[in-house]
T-cell receptor
Framework: NAGVTQTPKFRILKIGQSMTLQCTQD?????MYWYRQDPGMGLKLIYY???????DKGEVPNGYNVSRSTTEDFPLRLELAAPSQTSVYFC????????????FGAGSRLTVL | GENVEQHPSTLSVQEGDSAVIKCTYS??????FPWYKQELGKRPQLIID?????GEKKDQRIAVTLNKTAKHFSLHITETQPEDSAVYFC????????????FGTGTRLKVLA
């Protein structure tokens, strides 16, 4: 049981490039989330999904896109990367039942130069 | 919009002393309040949570209190140890709602030996 797996762990992008952060979970969780964490700051919700085929914007969605074609996978797409997107990105999932505890992935550190 | 304020941003205590971190939330519909601990370079992990129908919850050296009227909740760590040094995040959510979490900005706790 791997939990929530994110790839890559580190990535450096040039301004204007695009990339996809991958996230997969093996807990059969309905809910999945993408957060970004800037240095010294809290976690800001980018997008979330309540099930396959359903996604919704969080607090800071601009510059990002997501898709949820399966229960397991929730990739985050960055189009036209900007320095402001330099951050640590965390994917998380939850069952959507009861206390709905968030389980986080290990994080992906992205630098845009 | 929904907001969670967290204080202090940094906290230094002597080993064995107590530490208190406070959070205030804005959405009166919030009814679930988890606390996450994030060690340096690691993912956030749940340490304790409380629902709005409970005023206090304790787990060994950690306790959380909730004041629904004032819309604030606090984390109490007693007999602090060096391994308690980390960043702590509070969050507010709505059970059986959208399951969106709003996080505080974090408190960096340093326990001095």
């Amino acid at each position: 049981n791997a939990g929530v797996t994110q790839t890559p762990k580190f990535r450096i992008l040039k301004i204007g490039q695009s990339m996809t952060l991958q996230c997969t979970q093996d807990m059969n969780h309905n809910y999945m989330y993408w957060y970004r964490q800037d240095p010294g700051m809290g976690l800001k919700l980018i997008y979330y999904s309540v099930g396959a085929g359903i996604t919704d914007k969080g607090e800071v969605p601009n510059g990002y896109n997501v898709s949820r074609s399966t229960t397991e996978d929730f990739p985050l797409r960055l189009e036209l990367a900007a320095p402001s997107q330099t951050s640590v990105y965390f994917c998380a999932s939850s069952s959507g039942v009861g206390a709905n505890v968030l389980t986080f992935g290990a994080g992906s550190r992205l630098t845009v130069l | 919009g929904e907001n969670v304020e967290q204080h202090p941003s940094t906290l230094s205590v002597q080993e064995g002393d107590s530490a208190v971190i406070k959070c205030t939330y804005s959405d009166s519909a919030s009814n679930y309040f988890p606390w996450y601990k994030q060690e340096l370079g690691k993912r956030p992990q749940l340490i304790i949570d409380i629902r709005s129908n409970v005023g206090e919850k304790k787990d060994q050296r950690i306790a959380v209190t909730l004041n629904k009227t004032a819309k604030h909740f606090s984390l109490h760590i007693t007999e602090t140890q060096p391994e308690d040094s980390a960043v702590y995040f509070c969050a507010a959510s709505i059970i059986a709602g959208t399951y969106k979490y709003i996080f505080g900005t974090g408190t960096r706790l340093k326990v001095l030996a």
